[in-house]
């Protein structure tokens, strides 16, 4: 309630000034509070109308560090009520310079989160799409989010790739192969949040040399898919570390399954039959 007394107030023009002040110092402050307010949704639209997005973004080109950081935060924030600030976003250039960020900062931090949850709504875009591609090394450092980044992180990450590759698969495809997406993919199926699990697995199919089904003899299971991609990898470490994931997550996918067949047969027990025996049982048959 007090972000929005603080509005309210009239808070707005004296931050945005100091946004626009030469003064590292004065930009940090009002980049900081910016990025407060912005957390309230009240608060969104009134902020955006005021044109601080330019000025944000301008703070993401020329500011201190923290100012980027906060800078980048306060951007994901107006970005999730308006979709018409994604597109003053873009106009303003802004994805080289949240590409720039996300590939000097570690990648499992909160900073990396809001960058890729960002990247992904942009690539909604052509814009987007285009600016991403066209910026060295953009697609890699959403590669490097997925394979390493929080869970939420690479759910934005596989997010991003997918929306790309929907959007046109034969343009973008290469691009994201290139990059050596298929371990981080593999694991998110076997690992990944509920939303990063199908993702992943979407995303597999679509970087099939034919993103059809195969015929019934030729079952479309994620390892034919994975295989089928595999045999089209250039270079002889990629290739290897992906039929190295193929067979943890083979291995993983097993484990859980004798798990989940050992904890149904204990409580499908009949009294008089030991527990112990019962288990050992199954056991035994894997």
């Known amino acids: 309630?007090?972000?929005?007394?603080?509005?309210?107030?009239?808070?707005l023009e004296p931050i945005i000034s100091f946004l626009k002040s030469q003064n590292p110092n004065m930009q940090e402050y009002a980049t900081a509070s910016l990025l407060t307010l912005s957390a309230s949704p009240t608060n969104k639209p009134i902020i955006s109308a005021c044109g601080t997005i330019p000025l944000l973004v301008n703070i993401l080109r020329d500011g201190s560090p923290q100012a980027k950081v906060d800078a980048v935060t306060a951007l994901s924030n107006l970005s999730t009520t308006q979709p018409?600030?994604?597109?003053?976003?873009?106009?303003?250039?802004?994805?080289?310079?949240?590409?720039?960020?996300?590939?000097?900062?570690?990648?499992?931090?909160?900073?990396?989160?809001?960058c890729s949850a960002l990247i992904e709504s942009l690539v909604g875009y052509e814009e987007g799409r285009t600016?991403?591609?066209?910026?060295?090394?953009?697609?890699?450092?959403?590669?490097?989010?997925?394979?390493?980044?929080?869970?939420?992180?690479?759910?934005?990450?596989?997010?991003?790739?997918l929306t790309m590759c929907q959007s046109d698969r034969c343009k973008y495809r290469e691009p994201i192969l290139r990059e050596g997406v298929i371990p981080g993919l593999l694991e998110l199926t076997v690992q990944g949040t509920p939303k990063s699990q199908p993702k992943a697995r979407t995303l597999l199919q679509l970087l099939r040399e034919s993103p059809y089904s195969r015929p019934e003899a030729e079952p479309d299971t994620l390892e034919n898919i994975v295989c089928d991609i595999i045999s089209q990898i250039d270079g002889d470490d990629q290739s290897g570390k992906a039929k190295k994931?193929?067979?943890?997550?083979?291995?993983?996918?097993?484990?859980?399954?004798?798990?989940?067949?050992?904890?149904?047969?204990?409580?499908?027990?009949?009294?008089?039959?030991?527990?112990?025996?019962?288990a050992s049982e199954v056991s035994s048959k894997y």
Do not use: D, F, Y
């Not at 080289?96 to 900073?111: E, N, Q």
């Not at 097993?254 to 030991?274: D, F, G, I």
């Open 131 to 161: 600016s991403l591609t066209s910026e060295e090394g953009g697609v890699l450092a959403v590669v490097e989010v997925l394979e390493n980044g929080t869970p939420q992180s690479r759910e934005h990450a596989v997010g991003a790739l």
């Open 1 to 11: 309630m007090n972000k929005i007394s603080i509005v309210e107030a009239g808070a």
């Open 245 to 278: 994931m193929l067979a943890e997550m083979v291995q993983v996918s097993m484990e859980q399954s004798l798990r989940h067949l050992q904890q149904r047969a204990l409580v499908c027990t009949p009294s008089e039959m030991p527990i112990a025996s019962c």
């Open 84 to 114: 018409e600030n994604l597109s003053i976003i873009l106009q303003t250039n802004a994805m080289p310079l949240i590409v720039s960020l996300l590939k000097t900062c570690r990648k499992s931090s909160k900073i990396a989160e809001k």
